[in-house]
């Protein structure tokens, strides 16, 4: 046997990363079950979890709304909605402000779907005047997509404000709200939503295997025939629950059990606020803390989400990041290296089943780390 597999569970590592993160306990073992695909229990759980997911997004399918789950992780989600609800004249635009947006550029790319792509520096949040300008000169645009917490650095998008230059447009508004949904409250209808993405192992708290996709549903029944994609193909999946209940192909069951679990856990703690103020909490904590021993945040205060957290890599030569991140693992805590393009930086994730105490430990760890490797760093305060 795999030696790691010998590791007490208490012993496993917390993961500090945005997703795959930190689960609890009960999430792990609510997966110690095989469950039929076919079976009336197990679809039953799945119409039950999608009820569920309507009520925790504050949207209904009285006002028109429908969520979809997908499986495959979160870009699985946003590519589906691009494959299947853009027509085949369609356009679209892209605010960028990092990878997951320009994953979408890729995506449409890939898809031979026309688009343009409006780009901010990374430490910068998407600007709507621009957004307004483009859909000014441009008549052909049919769809805006942004980010809403661009994990890349943790910045936040204003999504009310560009839903609000998009819908006056008349145009659709999709958002990859992937890290931040289910750790903020979002209003869908006073951001003007018409397309959510978030995904099974982000801040709902579940592990990997599926995305969801919430649609207004006279969107889905208007893209009957569009969709370029088979697997991908987000009104045929739509349509396979509405038929029998159940995942067109391969359902992610334990995976599902385990957000069933999650949701539960959610709804214990106090719903999204409640989870958005322990994550609040934590991320508090961690700037505190890093500040304390010399690291600065990349982005300016007013720009920070409370998900996750980018810091620059200290300029002592005797810092280098792979050792930094071994010997943090090595005490167990798990890091997330830096994706930023012009500087090093790396990142600190907050969501997942950590608690005040894991942040204290691993300020602490992080302490011990520098003294061990004897870096040097300038006091910020
Ligand atoms: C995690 C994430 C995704 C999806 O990434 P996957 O690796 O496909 O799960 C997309 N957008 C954002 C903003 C994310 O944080």
């Known amino acids: 046997m795999n030696e790691s597999f010998q590791l007490p569970v208490a012993r496993h590592p917390l993961l500090f990363t945005p997703g795959p993160l930190t689960t609890s306990l009960s999430v ?14 197990f679809n039953r759980l799945v119409a039950d979890v999608r009820d569920r997911l309507l009520k925790l ?31 085949p004249t369609g356009k679209v635009v892209i605010l960028s402000n990092g990878a997951y947006g320009e994953r979408m550029a890729q995506i ?46 943790g910045i936040l998008n204003p999504i009310e404000s560009l839903g609000e230059v998009a819908k006056r447009r008349g145009k659709v508004f999709v ?43 006279q969107l889905l029944l208007a893209s009957e025939g569009w969709a370029r994609s088979l697997s991908l193909d987000l009104l045929g999946q739509l349509k396979g629950f509405e038929n029998n209940g159940q995942f067109r192909y391969t359902p992610p069951t334990h995976s599902i059990l385990a957000f069933d679990q999650a949701l539960r856990e959610l709804e214990a703690e106090g719903g999204v606020s409640a989870r958005a103020e322990r994550y609040r909490r934590s991320h508090s904590l961690i700037i505190a803390g890093m500040e304390d021993l010399g690291f600065r945040p990349y982005l300016e205060t007013s720009l920070r989400s409370h998900i996750i957290t980018s810091f620059h890599q200290p300029e002592d030569p005797k810092f280098e990041f792979m050792e930094f991140y071994r010997r943090v693992a090595d005490l167990g805590f798990i890091l997330y290296p830096g994706k930023i393009s012009q500087c090093n930086t790396f990142r600190i994730g907050n969501i997942g089943r950590l608690f005040e105490s ?24």
């Not at 792990?28 to 229990?41: C, E, I, P």
């Not at 790319?109 to 792509?117: G, L, Q």
């Open 28 to 41: 792990k073992t609510a997966m110690l079950r095989d469950a039929g695909s076919w079976h009336f229990d």
């Open 57 to 87: 997004a504050g949207v209904s399918r009285d006002s028109g709304w429908e969520v979809v789950p997908l499986q495959g992780s979160g870009t699985f989600g946003v590519e589906a909605v691009f494959q299947t609800c853009v027509p």
């Open 108 to 153: 449409l790319h890939h898809a031979r779907i026309s688009h343009s792509v409006i780009r901010s520096p990374e430490n910068q949040p998407n600007a709507p005047a621009q957004l307004a300008d483009l859909l000014d000169s441009d008549a052909s645009v049919t769809h805006v997509a942004c980010v809403h917490c661009e994990t890349t650095t």
């Open 358 to 381: 894991d942040i204290r430990a691993l300020v602490r760890a992080i302490a011990e780390v520098l003294e061990e490797m004897q870096v040097g760093l300038p006091l910020v305060r």
């Open 175 to 217: 958002v990859d709200a992937m890290s931040s949904f289910g750790g903020m409250p979002i209003d869908f209808e006073s951001c003007g939503i018409d397309f959510l993405i978030a995904s099974s192992n982000k801040c709902i708290e579940g592990v990997p295997g599926f995305s969801l996709v919430y649609a207004r549903r």
